[in-house]
Structure formats: structure tokens, C-alpha cells
């Protein structure tokens, strides 16, 4: 990606002007929460989440927490049982995210939820996000506002020398009140799982290995359903062909051999390749720089052996 001005501008209605006017153009943005800063982008829109992680670098496609102004709100995204309703009325706005079903037909980027059923979901108490996500009305999607690897920022400082030259804006709202990453238990039937210790202790152990349903969790592999053949150049006749760049395919990731718009689709596209009659499914080469080592890092675990 090319290196861009980097502007910090104290939390205030400027500020959230400016941050509002660049999510709207599918840019992320440096926000201030309650638990470490985020980088914000419209999580309904795949090419602004790609960005994000273009910025942090080197990521692989995990799934992301969607920040949302309300419980109303975030009833148009998840399904919430009697449960998830009790500890939301209990501790949001705050730093819990919920791990739930997500609703059908929700607006959310497939890139946001990793293609996955559920979606991570929270409400924010900081009033700078709180105003960002006012001013957009859109659910936004934050990890952490720092370079893959690097520590959680708690000051916008932090976020200037990790991600200065790499987006457009970091809102300043002097540090976090907590310093740590969210809860985050998951309700998706049975039992609350905690996935992530964080500031809210609400009594649980940790839960024991498995696959991955929110950030901060490993995962060994993204299964298709099917034998995945990668680097491939045509399709064998009982293939269903990923094509990017010069090579068309069944359906790209893009036509252009653009990043942004291929991390977009990426999941959409193994979806669709899942639900394709031909019994195995192969992908065109995807160059390992910039956001295509994500895109391959994801593309590799699909492959791997179940």
C-alpha cells in the first residue's frame, strides 16, 4: 500500500466529522474505546474491512468484533436468546462482546464474520465511538489500531508510531480507561463459553480448544467441504475454479488481480464454490505480498487436510 498523511485530530465534532466522511468512503479510521483503540470501517462494506487489514499487514482473516450504537441495533445484526439479552442489559454499553448467531439476511461483510454462521458483536461506552457510530449509522467494524504483532495502543501516540503512514485518521481521546481487550463469550447454544478473558469477569473458565469464533483464538484451517487445490491455472473437469488476475475462473476473487476487492470476496467466493455441484475446488495463483499473504494464509489453511 502507498504511505498516506496520517492526520491526528482531538475527539471532538471535527473530528468525528472528518471520521465519519471517511468511513463513508470505505476508509479506516483510529478511534478511541473504553477497552485499547480500534480501527474503524463500515462493516457492511467488504473492500473498507479489507483495508483494515491491508493497514495492519500481514494478518490473517480472523473474525472481527462488530461495534454497534445499541441492544436494537445489534438485534438487526445477531439473534439473541433470553441469555445474551440478560448480559447485554447488564453490561452495555461496556467492554463484552457477544459471540451469537448471526441473523439472516444482516448486512454484514462476509470478510467481518470470516464466513462464519455467528457474529462477534459488542456496544462501546466511549463517547467517541459512541459518536462515530452515531454519525455513520452504519455497525463498524474494530480490531485493534495497531500493526499485526505489535501491542494493543492505549494512546493515539501508540497508534501513530505503529500505523502512521498507513491510514487517514487517528481521533485522539487520550487513553483508555481500561487498557485490555474485551471479554468475549460466546452463546451459541448450551452454556456461555468465555473465549477471552478481559475486564468483565463474569465467572467462567476458558473454554478448551476448537475453532475459531472470534479475534484472539487460533484456528488450523477454514474448511470448504471439499478438496482444495491451490495455484491452479485451469480447472480439472471435476473442478470448480477461484480464478484472480488473467485467469477467469468460475468466479474471481478479481478480474483486475486488485487485493482490496479480492480479500473482499474471498469467503463469498468459497461459499459459492462450496455450494457448487463439481466435487473439488481449485484457486488461481494470488501473489504473497501485501494483503495476498492474507488472502493465501486463508487460502492454505482451506487446503489443509482435515
Do not use: C
Request: no cysteine; aromatic share 4%; glycine share 10%.
Amino acid at each position: 500500500m502507498s504511505a498516506q498523511n496520517t492526520q491526528v485530530l482531538p475527539f471532538g465534532p471535527e473530528a468525528i466529522g472528518e471520521a465519519a466522511r471517511l468511513i463513508a468512503a470505505g476508509q479506516p479510521v483510529a478511534m478511541p474505546t473504553e477497552t485499547v483503540y480500534g480501527l474503524a470501517a463500515d462493516a457492511t462494506n467488504g473492500e473498507a474491512v479489507a483495508r483494515i487489514y491491508e493497514a495492519k499487514g500481514r494478518p490473517t482473516f480472523n473474525p472481527l468484533i462488530v461495534h454497534v450504537r445499541n441492544l436494537a441495533q445489534a438485534a438487526e445484526i445477531a439473534s439473541f436468546d433470553a441469555q445474551a439479552l440478560n448480559l447485554a442489559e447488564r453490561y452495555w454499553p461496556g467492554p463484552l462482546t457477544l459471540v451469537l448467531p448471526l441473523r439472516e439476511g444482516a448486512p454484514i461483510a462476509a470478510l467481518v464474520t470470516a464466513g462464519l454462521p455467528t457474529v462477534a458483536i459488542r456496544s462501546p461506552a466511549h463517547p467517541a465511538m459512541q459518536a462515530l457510530l452515531a454519525a455513520t449509522g452504519r455497525p463498524l467494524a474494530a480490531p485493534s489500531a495497531n500493526a499485526s504483532g505489535r501491542i494493543s495502543p492505549t494512546r493515539a501516540e501508540h497508534v501513530l508510531a505503529s500505523l502512521g503512514g498507513r491510514i487517514p485518521l487517528i481521533v485522539d481521546g487520550g487513553p483508555t480507561s481500561h487498557g485490555l481487550e474485551s471479554t468475549i463469550v460466546a452463546l451459541t447454544g448450551g452454556a456461555p463459553r468465555l473465549l477471552r478473558p478481559g475486564p468483565i469477569d463474569l465467572g467462567l473458565d476458558a473454554a478448551a480448544g476448537g475453532a475459531i469464533e472470534a479475534p484472539g483464538q487460533l484456528r488450523s484451517h477454514y474448511a470448504p467441504g471439499k478438496p482444495l487445490r491451490l495455484n491452479a491455472l485451469s480447472a480439472a473437469p471435476d473442478e470448480w475454479l477461484i480464478g484472480f488476475g488473467p485467469v477467469a475462473g468460475n468466479a474471481s476473487l478479481s478480474g483486475s488481480g486488485d487485493f482490496v476487492e479480492a480479500a473482499a470476496s474471498l469467503f463469498e467466493r468459497l461459499h459459492e464454490a462450496a455450494a457448487a455441484p463439481a466435487a473439488r475446488i481449485a484457486v488461481a495463483p494470488v501473489p504473497d505480498t501485501g494483503l495476498g499473504a492474507a488472502i493465501n494464509d486463508r487460502l492454505r489453511r482451506a487446503a489443509a487436510p482435515v
